[in-house]
């Protein structure tokens, strides 16, 4: 297996995002595979999703925007409701493709169809397997791909299906 380096967001960034005293690690690692970016915040908390979505949505793309968002820590949180994020990854997040796995993901995923995605680019997937395979089917040169709620395990597997190695600038 490669090995997989990481790089961290530059210390500003990082407050801004998931805020001054949290560690490290709960900074958004940025990831090069197949020539696109890859944004993995491993953390999903309202406050560090929105944050994660204004990165992605600030993010220079040289393609499309797309996310892959896993819903188990939203979802658990009293007040979360699918519809209303199906429609800010759609109409706030600036994504113009969207997998969504998770308890909620299907009513995720049809609410950000309600809010303009085609229904071809806001997937609901059963399983993590499923969803790594089509969003590395997804991925092409010059895409930002935000990759939120995952644990590295999963973002490792799915650097590893796109077969480059990490490189960090």
């Known amino acids: 297996m490669n090995s997989v380096e990481t790089c961290l967001i530059p210390p500003i960034a990082a407050c801004l995002t998931v805020g001054r005293d949290a560690p490290p690690e709960a900074a958004p690692r940025l990831l090069t595979a197949a020539g696109a970016t890859l944004i993995h915040a491993t953390e999903a908390a309202p406050r560090q999703a929105e944050a994660a979505l204004k990165l992605l949505r600030g ?5 499309r925007r797309l996310a892959w968002l896993d819903l188990a820590e939203l979802f658990s949180l ?71 709620g995952l644990h590295k395990e999963c973002v490792d597997k799915l650097h590893e299906r796109l077969g480059c190695r990490v490189e960090c600038g």
């Not at 993010?59 to 393609?63: D, E, K, L, N, Q």
């Not at 493709?97 to 997937?125: D, H, K, N």
């Open 59 to 63: 993010f220079r793309a040289a393609r």
């Open 78 to 148: 009293p007040g979360f409701s699918p519809s209303e994020w199906g429609s800010r990854l759609a109409e706030w997040g600036g994504v113009q493709s969207v997998v969504i796995t998770g308890p909620g993901g299907r009513e995720t995923a049809a609410a950000a169809r309600e809010a303009g995605l085609p229904t071809s680019q806001a997937i609901f997937c059963s399983g993590l397997g499923t969803a790594r395979n089509v969003v590395a089917d997804l991925i092409r040169a010059g895409d930002a791909v935000l990759l939120l």
